[in-house]
């Protein structure tokens, strides 16, 4: 009889355990289950950044091709401006050239008179 009790107690103990184990497993499952729901949102917001990054990164290569594109433009301009300077020096110069020649003109009817 005391080994009848003696089983009965170990049934029960052994019942209780693995109702705690069970209780346990259960418990880890869905904490298992929301760290993977978390990982997995972490994730997708991981990728929506690099999909952001790669637009900013895109948007800001265009910029660049752009300012790129002007910088020739600005720089033919700068080339046409010089070219233009250096001609209207020659005129300036040739217009000194025949200012001298007409005061040296004056100057000499001056003395004639």
Do not use: P, W
């Not at 752009?66 to 300036?92: C, H, P, R, W």
């Amino acid at each position: 009889m005391m080994n009848n009790l003696l089983r009965v107690k170990r049934k029960r103990i052994i019942g209780a355990l693995l109702c705690v184990l069970m209780f346990t497993v259960a418990l880890a499952g869905s904490s298992f289950t929301s760290y993977a729901d978390v990982t997995e949102e972490s994730i997708k917001a991981k990728e929506n950044q690099i999909s952001a990054a790669k637009k900013e990164r895109d948007s800001l290569k265009n910029a660049k091709t752009d300012l790129e594109k002007v910088k020739k433009e600005l720089e033919a301009s700068k080339s046409d401006l010089n070219k233009y300077i250096t001609q209207l020096d020659g005129e300036l110069t040739d217009i000194q050239d025949k200012i001298d020649t007409l005061n040296d003109e004056i100057t000499q009817k001056e003395h004639q008179i």
